[in-house]
């Protein structure tokens, strides 16, 4: 089956330490995105990709960083450098020529 | 900057319309969204339009845009238990390439 895979579901670390959310998707897209969302608020971009080897910055990248080595994969990395990691993170893609993103079941972030 | 504005709740009974509005301000949007999101899950897309079109209908969806007030509505005809979700509209001048600007989402409750 074609989807977008994120994981874990569910990730617990310690403050000040970097932690890496998984993003794989196989419906051969080229744009891939990553949002955080928060109670109450929609969802806000962090990065996106559209191709590989290319990334730009969202609206609130400080403190995330990525990668895009593969066009199946767009793992997002939270650093030490985010003041308030703890949210429901939310990977997207698009083939790049469609209107529709495609999202993740999603990771929900908690640092203790 | 773009925005894009719900109301956060609304409260239906179970066989009535729901009727869920949205009003965004960047005049150049191109497409408007509608995605579902459940619980602990990631957005499902329900329906778009483009902005050359008043209205379109998908089964017991029906969205209704107002242009020149920039108002979007989705509108469920005999709305389930299974329609409880959050439902948020998003904005892209670009066609889903480039980043959506999303609403806050409004819950949708609905009850016996």
């Known amino acids: 089956d074609g989807g977008i895979t994120q994981s874990p579901k569910y990730l617990f670390r310690k403050e000040g330490q970097n932690v890496t959310l998984s993003c794989e998707q196989n419906l051969n897209h080229d744009a891939m995105y990553w949002y955080r969302q928060d109670p109450g608020q929609g969802l806000r971009l962090i990065y996106y990709?559209?191709?590989?080897?290319?990334?730009q910055k969202g609206d609130i990248a400080e403190g995330y960083s990525v990668s895009r080595e593969k066009k199946e994969s767009f793992p997002l990395t939270v650093t030490s450098a985010q003041k308030n990691p703890t949210a429901f993170y939310l990977c997207?893609?698009?083939?790049?020529?469609?209107?529709?993103?495609?999202f993740g079941p999603g990771t929900r972030l908690t640092v203790l | 900057g773009e925005d894009v504005e719900q109301s956060l709740f609304l409260s239906v009974r179970e066989g009535d319309s729901s009727v869920i509005n949205c009003t965004y301000t960047?005049?150049?949007?191109?497409?408007l969204y509608w995605y579902k999101q459940e619980p602990g899950a990631g957005l499902q897309l329900l329906t778009y339009?483009?902005?050359?079109?008043d209205m379109k209908q998908d089964q017991r969806l029906t969205v209704l845009l107002n242009k020149k007030d920039k108002h979007l509505s989705l509108r469920i005809a005999d709305t389930q238990t299974g329609d409880s979700a959050i439902y948020f509209c998003?904005?892209?001048?670009?066609?889903?390439?480039?980043?959506?600007?999303f609403g806050a989402g409004t819950r949708l409750a609905v009850h016996p």
């Open positions: 998003a904005e892209s001048s670009t066609g889903g390439y480039n980043k959506l600007i």
């Open positions: 997207a893609s698009n083939p790049g020529r469609g209107n529709e993103q495609f």
């Open positions: 960047d005049s150049s949007s191109t497409y």
């Open positions: 339009i483009f902005s050359n079109m």
């Open positions: 990709s559209q191709i590989v080897n290319d990334f």
